[in-house]
């Protein structure tokens, strides 16, 4: 589908997902001048009052690329937010979200109404992430503007499901905005992620290898270093399941290949679940795409390496299929 402004004027069809405590305005910021979707979570912010500051910092500095690069204009931002229950910051963090009327909403566990109509009254767009069809569909029901599938090998909390699989299911119904997430890392999975039916590739961990990330070295050098088989799908952290780098869950004392369940019930998105050791602060999310990442280096650089890729899997591709007629 044609992207609505002003989604139409990105380099790449790229939404840089919302990490938790990786993803800050130097990181946004950073990843919308050089033309892809840059988000972060709500929650990153700390105190609550911090959002506020955060969404002052890149509205202006955005404006003011926008008025010395008017031929390259950055691309749009957006907040994540957790609409479960759990999360008692919600009402305060979306008063700071329609003051600044940010321009893409991602909602997280769970569909809600109320927020999806507040964001289309300021004129934003929302995004939902789901794991299934079944989930799909009710997050349209709700007013969801879009949908990440999360498909089997994203960073942080992800499904089970192949790419494949979910995104045949819902294109069968839905026709609206798609972004595709699970283990996109190279601009070939980029142009893969537009041939299943989807309009942004959502990439993650990547970006944790990055200057502008707000990451410990050691968490950056494990992303360069690691490859899929250093991914660990499990509850215990959180309570929901996700996927973790192997070292880190090492580094806390803990075997990865023997890991206790979490009680889903009791959901934790700060502290360990059932276990002492933090997740996202000592034990690492990532997804399974990070044996594309070699180097550490700028999100410009990082952004410049995956527009080659691109634009040499679109040549190659179309060579491969030059000899084939529909």
């Known amino acids: 589908m044609s992207l609505p402004a002003p989604f139409d004027r990105l380099r790449l069809p790229v939404i840089g997902s919302p990490m938790f405590i990786i993803s800050g305005p130097e990181l946004v910021i950073a990843q919308c001048k050089a033309g892809v979707v840059g988000t972060f979570p709500g929650l990153n912010a700390r105190p609550a009052s911090q959002l506020d500051e955060w969404l002052h910092q890149i509205t202006e500095e955005l404006a003011a690329h926008n008025r010395d690069n008017p031929d390259r204009?950055?691309?749009?931002?957006g907040v994540n937010h957790i609409v479960h229950k759990t999360n008692n910051r919600l009402e305060q963090d979306m008063e700071a979200c329609r003051k600044w009327a940010v321009p893409l909403v991602i909602t997280s566990l769970g569909a809600r109404v109320d927020v999806n109509e507040a964001v289309h009254g300021w004129g934003g767009i929302v995004l939902h992430d789901v794991i299934d069809d079944r989930f799909a569909r009710k997050a349209i029901e709700k007013g969801a503007d879009g949908l990440i599938p999360v498909a089997t090998g994203a960073g942080g909390h992800a499904g089970t499901l192949s790419p494949f699989a979910l995104m045949q299911e819902i294109r069968e119904w839905f026709t609206g905005l798609v972004a595709l997430s699970g283990a996109i890392a190279c601009g070939r999975s980029i142009l893969a992620?537009?041939?299943?039916?989807?309009?942004?590739?959502y990439i993650g961990s990547p970006w944790i290898a990055t200057k502008?990330?707000?990451?410990?070295?050691?968490?950056?050098?494990?992303?360069?270093?690691?490859?899929?088989?250093?991914?660990v799908y499990t509850n215990l952290f959180t309570g929901i399941h996700g996927n973790y780098l192997r070292p880190s869950i090492i580094n806390a004392g803990l075997d990865p290949d023997n890991l206790a369940t979490s009680d889903p019930s009791k959901m934790n998105f700060g502290s360990g679940g059932n276990s002492e050791a933090k997740a996202w602060k000592d034990i690492w999310g990532c997804g399974q795409g990070i044996g594309a990442v070699h180097a550490v280096e700028s999100v410009a650089d990082r952004v410049d390496r995956l527009a080659a890729e691109y634009q040499v899997a679109k040549s190659e591709l179309s060579d491969r299929t030059a000899?084939?007629?529909a």
């Open 73 to 77: 204009p950055a691309a749009p931002y």
């Open 193 to 201: 992620a537009q041939a299943l039916g989807a309009d942004f590739a």
């Open 212 to 231: 502008e990330a707000n990451a410990v070295d050691a968490y950056k050098q494990a992303i360069v270093e690691g490859d899929a088989d250093d991914i």
């Open 323 to 325: 000899s084939f007629t």
